[in-house]
Every structure is written in C-alpha cells, then in structure tokens.
C-alpha cells in the first residue's frame, strides 16, 4: 500500500514581530496537522501569506503577490491569506481574487485545525474573521521557531486604545493576556531547548492584565528573568500611557531584563497628540523618560514617529525635531501618515502632500542620523557583552548584539559559536552600528 502524498505549505510573512511569531505558531499548528513546510511556492500545494496593513503599501504588496501567483491557481494549489489584510478586507479578497480558499484574521488562528479540514476537502470560501471580541489567546504547543537561542512569546494580544491612525484595534481585536504562570512555563519549556534570550511580545505590552491576577507586568518581567538558562530578556512594545515606573526599577535590579525599552512617541507635539487620541502629552512622556535616564544603568531608548498626521504644522513638525534633540534616541522608526480604513483620522482632511511628507521624514532622519552618531560615541572603548548571531563572511566580520540592542560587529582569531556570548571592545563608531575587536 503506498503512502498517501504529503500535504505541503509555503508560508510568507509581512510585517511586526508579532506577525513572524504568529506565522511560526502558524507553522507548528500546520505541522502538527500533517504539513510539511516547503521553501517556494511551486513545490507547495498551500500557499499562505501572513499580511499587514498598518500602512498601505505593505497591503498592496499582498495583491500584487496574489496577482503573481493566480497562475497556479490551475496547477491545483490552494491559497490561503491570514492576518491584518484578511481580517481588514475580510470576504472581499474572494472577490478581487476568487482563487483564495480561506481568509482568516489573527484572532481566529485557534480555529486554523477546523478551517485547514475543510479547505483539504474543497470547500470554498473559508473564513476565520468573527473572533475579534474573544477573551482566548492563540496558545498553541506547536510553535515552529526559527532561531534556535533567541525566541517570542506573546504575552498579550489585541489592543484597546485606538489610536485615530492605527488599525490594529480593528485587525487584531479586543485586548486579552495570557496568564503569567502559562507566559513563565513557555519561558522555562524555551531554556530547557536550549534558548538563551526572550523576548516578550505585545502591541501594548505595558497593559498586561494577568488573567489569574497574581502578577504585574513588571512582576511578570522580573519573573521571567528569573528563569534559569536565560540570559536575556526583552519587550516590545511600550505604550508611553500605561509605562509605569515599575518596569524601570524592574530593569535596574534585574540584569538579564536588557537595559532597552522602546517607547513610540508618535509626534512631540502636544496638539498633534491629542488629534492622535494618544492620551499623554509631550511633559508626560518626557516624564516617562526622565525616569529612565535617571536609572542606575544605562538604558537605551528607541521609538517610533509619524510625520504629516492631519493638521500636523511647520510648527508641530519642529516640536518634533527638538524632542529628538531632547530625548537622544539610540534609534528611531519613522514614517509618513497613512491613512488606514475604519481608523477615526481617516475621516480627517489630510492637506498635506506626499511631497511634503516625504520631505519631513528625510529632515528627520537626517538630523536622527547626526544624533545616533553622536550618542554612539560613548560607547568607543567600551567592552560590551554581545551575542553571537552570525558571520559576514565578505567582510570576515562576526556580527553581535549588545544588551541595548545595538549590532556590534567584530573581528577574532578564534571562532565563536552563533547564540554564545563575547566581550567585544568597541573601536569604531557608525550611525547604525558599532564595530570592533573580541576580547579574550
Ligand atoms: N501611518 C503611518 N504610520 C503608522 N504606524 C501605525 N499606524 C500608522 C499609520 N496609519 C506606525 C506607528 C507605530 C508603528 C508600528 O507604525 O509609528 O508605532
Ligand atoms: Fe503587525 Fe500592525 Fe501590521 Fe498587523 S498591522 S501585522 S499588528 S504591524
């Protein structure tokens, strides 16, 4: 009797780590089912994208992937389209592409077994999208990770501030925490594979209601870096609102918590974060870092900004450029305003130009630039601890990152394991990354 073909999947991800960690829960709950992942799409007979949509590039970008592949449609593939798109367009992609048999939205992957049966048996039209007011997270014992010492865990998903530009609230749903003994089991089960750093996940990570109601987020945090094996531990990402000073006394008495936080402003204008429903103003979010910069260790800061949000003035974009000054980011992720569907500010008049956008990002990065050049210079002649994650085999370099989050590149004779630990010295400065010798 010969055995039966195995049912094999290509799985693409775009954007946020929540995404990559969703896509490798994705993963092992389609390998436990029998699946055999594939690397291109011709070898699959399940094709899946895991999308988003916080800007709308990325979400043409999944069109235009669909678009590419509609041929194979007729080889008898099947195509799935999971997360942000699926859930925002819902049962319109079957209209724009009929060939897709199942659309689901990320807070319906639980539901993936069921919906992945009925796909295999031809139905058409398969959707996960009613679950955005559920209480339940997508725990799964199957998470397929990718990197063998570094790892996610969600510790809560969904999102309840409603930011006026943000879609997220819509695509991934109500706010809901897993319980911190569930979170800190998932941390212990990853050290005893061999895991050496972890980093906790959100997309308002600060706001972690322990459903069991033993521990804060900063408990959770000092718990987690407690467990033994682990070496480093780290979250992402910070709401200014709910960022209590809690967590940086929980950095500043335990070593493994990395002595990171990234914590999005969005605007330095007080106006434009109010239009933006942000509800904190430029002094309290300046508070919020005082109490970060007064830490017993140093603690290095990163954040997100969004320039030509409706209404936003020469002037509040200048507000903006001197809380970069006033602040001394380590890095920043800046974008231009894209208005998204169902989001409250996509009804606001939006005057300004692409061009003017485009033209207040590079002003901000440009000035971004000279900042991190400056700041990276104290770290010259620094000896940091970094982990190994590769070679650049061009350049004969080791690449490795610092407890701040910073690359550090550097040279040795001897031959250091990916995932171990160096001392390296730092002897050249760059805006994005540092480079210099392993010490031994
Ligand atoms: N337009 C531009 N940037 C956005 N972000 C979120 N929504 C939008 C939008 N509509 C940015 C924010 C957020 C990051 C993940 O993406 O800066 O912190
Ligand atoms: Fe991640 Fe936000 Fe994109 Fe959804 S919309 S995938 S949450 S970045």
Redesign the pocket.
């Known amino acids: 009797m010969s055995a039966e073909p195995q049912k094999t999947f290509y799985l693409e991800t775009f ?2 780590q ?2 990559v960690h969703d896509s490798e829960k994705v993963i092992g709950t389609l390998i436990s089912q029998g699946y055999r992942q594939v690397s291109t799409v011709e070898d699959a007979g399940l094709i899946l994208y895991n999308t ?3 800007r709308d590039k ?1 979400e043409q970008k999944v069109f235009h992937r669909l678009a590419d592949y509609k041929k194979l449609h007729a080889q008898g593939k099947k195509f799935g389209v999971l ?2 798109v699926a859930q925002q367009e819902g049962e319109k992609i079957f209209e724009r592409a009929p060939y897709v048999s199942m659309v689901c939205g990320s807070a319906s992957y639980r539901n993936l077994p069921q919906m992945l049966i009925q796909v295999e048996a031809g139905k058409q039209r398969v959707t996960g999208l009613d679950d955005r007011e559920t209480d339940e997270c997508f725990e799964t014992e199957f998470t397929a990770r990718t990197n063998p010492h570094r790892g996610y865990i969600t510790i809560i998903e969904g999102c309840d501030k409603f930011c006026a530009y943000c ?2 609230p819509f ?2 749903g109500k706010e809901r925490s897993r319980t911190s003994d569930s979170v800190l089991a998932e941390a212990r089960q990853m050290a005893n594979l061999g895991y050496s750093e972890i980093q906790l996940l959100g ?1 308002n990570v600060n706001s972690y209601k322990d459903s069991s109601g033993k521990r804060s987020f900063a408990e959770l945090l000092a718990a987690v870096s407690e467990t033994p094996g682990i070496k480093r531990v780290r979250f992402t990402t910070s709401h200014p609102r709910d960022f209590g000073r809690d967590i940086v006394q929980a950095i500043e008495s335990a070593p493994t918590l990395c002595n990171h936080v990234h914590l999005p402003v969005q605007s330095g204008s007080t106006r434009i974060l109010d239009a933006m429903q942000r509800l904190y103003n430029r002094d309290q979010y300046l508070e919020r870092i005082s109490w970060m910069k007064a830490a017993k260790r140093e603690i290095s800061i990163t954040t997100d900004v969004i320039v030509g949000f409706p209404g936003e003035t020469e002037a509040d974009f200048d507000e903006t450029l001197s809380l970069l000054d006033e602040v001394g980011y380590d890095s920043i992720f800046a974008f231009k305003y894209s208005p998204r569907p169902n989001t409250p500010a996509v009804h606001l008049a939006d005057p300004i130009s692409d061009q003017e956008k485009s033209r207040r990002l590079a002003v901000l990065q440009d000035k971004q630039k000279q900042i991190q050049t400056h700041l990276n210079h104290r770290h010259l002649g620094q000896t940091l601890e970094v982990m190994v994650e590769g070679k650049n085999e061009t350049r004969k370099q080791w690449i490795g990152r610092t407890s701040q989050n910073k690359v550090l590149n550097f040279t040795t004779n001897s031959d250091p394991a990916v995932g171990s630990y160096v001392q390296v010295k730092a002897t050249i400065i760059f805006p994005n990354s540092l480079a210099g010798e392993m010490v031994v």
């Open positions: 954007g946020c929540m995404n988003c949509s916080i990325a997360g942000c879609v997220v695509t991934r997309q």
